[in-house]
């Protein structure tokens, strides 16, 4: 099994499953059609003799009831179409489009989907390199996901997959090179628990089911999310977040050994149990790739961080993020996560340990100070970008992100190695965005 995991450059197409919207947000987010997309909808109506109601995805590749790609692999872009019908029933609807003279289409073939809601649409290649197959995610009202693959051939529309599911993630696990597998985890129906990952792959150009791995059991209670990455052999890796009570969650990591030709769990050299060291109780902390560089860090709450004066001990607390993923066995990012705001603020390793928060003047964020409250570091805080500071302040923060309707700013008080309005504005992540 090869265990030389380093400098993961993420090859993954990530798929996580998101809450979805309600019809305000779809109206929010409903463009003014033009061009090709008006070019699709005037084609669907025509096709439906009414008007249809355009269907927004809530995550995946596509954002927008429109995805354009070769689905039959002859070399022009066909188009797919989620809809609904005011005759149909509630239920979305996929449509497949052939383009049609110079800027024209015309509607190939319709299907009937699972749901009302869809929480995510992309396309994959997952039968051959040249077609693309298209997947669905819905989601009821009732909290069951279930999970579509679509195969267009040019002239029939079939399901090739259609299977209950929690969490998926797309990535070439076995090293095919031209063609995606995929992975998904099952919804845990049985009394001992515990996570159980299919994998779907192409066998002889066939697309389907070549192992489930049980993980866990009597241990997890389900999988919160699924994260891929790829090491410095071409060996994919699988970061797997699991439920370990109703209010923690915990990180398992999964390999493709390639001499074996199947998924198992990985353990990290110099980690005795992983899923006890990766335990967290802020269960919106998710493993991610955390500051760009293309491996999936694991996000650890630790005690030894620093000295977080009331009231700062109520939302915000040390973390450091680990990818598990290098020959010698953890690689290290510390800093702070507010919680209230959903954020998390790298600090220098040299902090670690060493550093005090406290509240600022104002209530409105906190400082960053040394250990013995003596020198202040820098100014985090967050507040409305219309309010005026008090009368008589010369002080200059530098806007950070946009948190909402509230913006997020920084200053630097006193200078700190490795500590700048450069390392914040860049290494700020909000959590709550991928």
Same mark, same amino acid.
């Given at each position: 099994?090869?265990?030389?995991?380093?400098?993961?450059? #993420?090859?993954?197409? #990530?798929?996580?499953?998101?809450?979805?919207g309600g019809d305000v947000e779809t109206l929010l987010r409903?463009?003014?059609?033009?061009?090709?997309?008006?070019? #699709?909808?005037?084609?669907?109506?025509?096709?439906?003799?009414?008007?249809?109601?355009?269907?927004?995805?809530? @995550?995946?590749?596509?954002?927008?009831?429109?995805?354009?790609?070769?689905?039959?692999?002859?070399? =022009?872009?066909?188009?797919? +179409?989620?809809?609904?019908?005011?005759?149909?029933?509630?239920?979305?609807?996929?449509? +497949?489009?052939?383009?049609?003279?110079?800027?024209?289409?015309?509607?190939?073939?319709?299907?009937?989907?699972?749901?009302?809601?869809?929480?995510?649409?992309?396309?994959?290649h997952l039968r051959d390199a040249t077609s693309q197959q298209?997947?669905?995610?819905?989601?009821?009202?009732?909290? !069951?996901?279930?999970?579509?693959?679509?195969?267009?051939?040019?002239?029939?529309?079939?399901?090739?997959?259609?299977?209950?599911?929690?969490?998926?993630?797309?990535?070439?696990?076995?090293?095919?090179?031209?063609?995606?597998?995929?992975?998904?985890?099952?919804?845990?129906?049985?009394?001992?628990?515990?996570?159980?990952?299919?994998?779907?792959?192409?066998?002889?150009?066939?697309?389907?089911?070549?192992?489930?791995?049980?993980?866990?059991?009597?241990?997890? =209670?389900?999988?919160?999310?699924?994260?891929?990455?790829?090491?410095?052999?071409?060996?994919?890796?699988?970061?797997?977040?699991?439920?370990?009570?109703?209010?923690?969650?915990?990180? !398992?990591?999964?390999?493709?050994?390639?001499?074996?030709?199947?998924?198992?769990? &990985?353990?990290?050299?110099?980690?005795?149990?992983?899923?006890?060291?990766?335990?967290?109780?802020?269960t919106e902390l998710l493993s991610r790739d955390i500051d760009?560089?293309?491996? %999936?860090?694991?996000? +650890?709450?630790?005690?030894?961080?620093?000295?977080?004066?009331?009231?700062?001990?109520?939302?915000?607390?040390?973390?450091?993020?680990?990818?598990?993923?290098?020959?010698?066995?953890?690689?290290?990012?510390?800093?702070?996560?507010?919680?209230?705001?959903?954020?998390?603020?790298?600090?220098?390793?040299?902090?670690?340990?060493?550093?005090?928060?406290?509240?600022?003047?104002?209530?409105?964020?906190? #400082?960053?100070? !040394? @250990?013995?409250?003596?020198?202040?570091?820098?100014?985090?805080?967050?507040?409305?970008?219309?309010?005026?500071?008090?009368?008589?302040?010369?002080?200059? &923060?530098?806007?950070?992100?946009?948190?909402?309707?509230?913006?997020?700013?920084?200053?630097?008080?006193?200078? &700190?190695?490795?500590?700048?309005?450069?390392? %914040?504005?860049?290494?700020?992540?909000?959590?709550?965005?991928?």
């Open positions: 099994m090869r265990r030389t995991l380093a400098a993961l450059p #993420l090859a993954a197409l #990530l798929l996580t499953g998101c809450a979805f409903a463009p003014q059609l033009s061009g090709q997309s008006a070019a #699709l909808q005037r084609a669907l109506n025509s096709y439906l003799g009414g008007s249809a109601t355009l269907k927004y995805p809530a @995550s995946g590749d596509f954002l927008s009831p429109f995805a354009f790609g070769d689905w039959d692999g002859d070399g =022009t872009n066909e188009a797919a +179409v989620l809809y609904t019908t005011g005759t149909a029933g509630s239920n979305v609807f996929l449509a +497949v489009l052939e383009p049609e003279g110079e800027d024209g289409w015309r509607v190939s073939q319709t299907v009937e989907g699972l749901s009302s809601e869809v929480e995510t649409f992309s396309a994959a298209i997947l669905a995610g819905y989601g009821s009202a009732q909290g !069951d996901r279930y999970l579509v693959v679509y195969e267009y051939d040019g002239a029939a529309l079939t399901t090739i997959i259609s299977n209950r599911y929690s969490e998926m993630v797309l990535g070439d696990f076995t090293g095919k090179g031209d063609t995606q597998d995929l992975v998904v985890a099952l919804p845990t129906d049985t009394e001992y628990g515990g996570v159980t990952l299919q994998l779907l792959t192409n066998v002889e150009g066939e697309f389907r089911s070549y192992q489930t791995l049980n993980l866990g059991e009597g241990t997890y =209670t389900g999988c919160a999310a699924l994260h891929a990455g790829q090491g410095r052999d071409d060996a994919m890796y699988l970061v797997m977040d699991v439920w370990t009570g109703a209010n923690t969650l915990a990180s !398992d990591i999964v390999l493709y050994d390639g001499e074996t030709g199947f998924l198992q769990p &990985y353990h990290p050299p110099g980690v005795a149990n992983l899923q006890r060291s990766t335990q967290r109780y802020h760009g560089n293309g491996t %999936i860090d694991i996000p +650890v709450e630790v005690d030894d961080g620093g000295t977080l004066q009331p009231p700062m001990d109520k939302s915000l607390l040390f973390l450091v993020w680990e990818d598990y993923a290098t020959v010698d066995g953890a690689n290290s990012k510390f800093g702070v996560y507010d919680s209230q705001n959903n954020f998390y603020l790298p600090l220098p390793e040299s902090m670690h340990g060493s550093v005090l928060i406290r509240t600022n003047q104002g209530g409105s964020g906190w #400082l960053v100070c !040394d @250990s013995e409250n003596s020198k202040i570091y820098c100014e985090i805080r967050v507040v409305d970008p219309t309010g005026e500071d008090p009368a008589g302040s010369t002080l200059v &923060y530098q806007r950070i992100a946009n948190i909402g309707s509230q913006q997020l700013q920084a200053r630097i008080v006193t200078p &700190y190695y490795g500590l700048s309005i450069e390392s %914040i504005t860049s290494g700020t992540v909000l959590l709550g965005q991928e």
